[in-house]
């Protein structure tokens, strides 16, 4: 009886710290967390980066204009401080203006609301976006 109960506690615990989805880990809560946690799987674990930050149909065009898989391209990524400029959101989309350093450059990363998070559905190379 304390084995079962034990393992149903371990269980429990477990599904808590994935924050409560017993499908995996929950995608990031805003904009600006998952840009936190891009950068930190870039630096240290490019298949979370692939798995759970980049969508489906983002990853499959990488893939086919990259000739190589998301894993493969983020291993090899160098990790570079960025300053954000910018985060525009509308509705469900979000756009996150970045500037890299010391290299210069700029990217803009567009990201989709799901049911659990934010996601991403582009990454844009180029300057801030213009303002209508």
Known sequence: MVLVTGAGGL???????RGGRPGGPVLP??????LDAFSAGV????????SRLLSP????AMKRDAHE???AYYARAQ??????????RAGGTAALEVRYWPRGGYSTF???????????????????????
């Open 110 to 132: 567009v990201l989709d609301r799901q049911a659990d998070g934010w996601q991403a559905v582009a990454i844009v190379p180029g300057g801030p976006l213009p303002i209508a």
């Open 43 to 50: 630096a240290r674990d490019s298949g979370d980066v692939c």
């Open 11 to 17: 269980a429990i615990a477990a599904v808590a710290l």
């Open 57 to 60: 149909a983002f990853r499959s």
């Open 69 to 71: 898989s998301c894993a």
């Open 29 to 34: 809560g805003t904009p600006t967390a998952w």
């Open 79 to 88: 990790v570079l401080s960025i300053r954000v400029l910018r985060i525009l």
